[in-house]
């Protein structure tokens, strides 16, 4: 290992940068974020609010509900669950292979491509007819996720398809039949974010940097549990709603809830 002198280790002072000159990335990238939620706002509102209707109708008609995405994907369907202020209704689906705690890392790319495993994931959940499927992936190409849309709307399952249109209509699809998850899905929402998620330009980097799929998908599928949630008090029954367990009464509340909706939590194991 090359031994650097002292100062190559040393930050620079900020008194010594030259602070007309440079990118302030932080700035930049919430600027970013901004402009995205806006024209989430301005063109997905609508179709949040089908969502969010659906996931009402199967809360008091007694259906279930769903979440599913590959790799980082997942993210989003662990946010969805057991989650302060969250429905407790909302069963996260956690494949073999295709959760951020893989290792490697690189093997949920290749396993997310993998022919039949979607099938396989739904036929392996209790998943069926009247039940809604939320179904995260950015770029909607891969054969599972479009393997676990296509099966589900064969059992009479609602898929709702969180995607970025941007990405899933220049990109060419990886499963056989050619389709893309937003061509399967009962319901697509946008995420309105840039081709291939990284939305950041630095000067002299040459890849983009900071994605925003993650950030905007949350704060877009909180919103259409909220109005969910909102939708079912207007209609005179208790939403499940999960407390935070850091306060005082979260535990006995959350306890209830869990019992209360018991029959359609999938996510509890031994403890259920």
């Not at 662990?78 to 893989?102: K, Q």
């Not at 709702?160 to 039949?177: D, F, G, M, N, W």
């Not at 291939?196 to 925003?212: C, F, M, Q, R």
């Amino acid at each position: 290992m090359p031994i650097y002198p002292l100062h190559v280790y040393l930050p620079v002072k900020r008194e010594e940068m030259d602070i007309h000159n440079m990118m302030d990335a932080i700035a930049a990238y919430f600027d970013n974020l901004k402009e995205i939620l806006e024209k989430v706002t301005q063109t997905q509102t609508q179709a949040l609010h089908r969502g969010a209707q659906l996931l009402c109708d199967a809360a008091l008609e007694g259906r279930n509900i769903f979440a599913f995405g590959c790799s980082h994907a997942s993210l989003l369907a662990l946010e969805l669950y057991y989650r302060t202020g969250g429905m407790a209704l909302i069963n996260p689906i956690r494949a073999p292979g295709l959760n951020c705690d893989a290792d490697p890392a690189t093997m949920t790319s290749r396993i997310e491509r993998l022919p039949e495993y979607g099938r396989i994931i739904i036929d392996s959940q209790p998943i069926g007819s009247g039940d809604v499927l939320i179904i995260h992936s950015v770029s909607g190409r891969n054969t599972v996720a479009v393997d676990a849309a296509l099966r589900a709307k064969e059992i009479g399952v609602t898929v709702i398809a969180l995607t970025s249109l941007a990405t899933a209509e220049q990109v060419k699809s990886r499963h056989p039949s050619g389709k893309s998850l937003h061509q399967i899905a009962d319901l697509v929402l946008d995420n309105c974010g840039c081709l291939g998620d990284a939305s950041l330009v630095i000067p002299g980097v040459p890849e983009k940097v900071a994605p925003t799929s993650t950030a905007v998908g949350a704060a877009m599928l909180n919103a259409m549990v909220a109005q969910a949630v909102a939708l079912m008090t207007e209609a005179g029954a208790m939403a499940p709603v999960f407390v935070s367990a850091n306060l005082d009464r979260g535990d006995a509340h959350n306890k209830a809830m869990l019992a209360r909706y018991r029959d359609h939590i999938f996510y509890m194991g031994h403890d259920k």
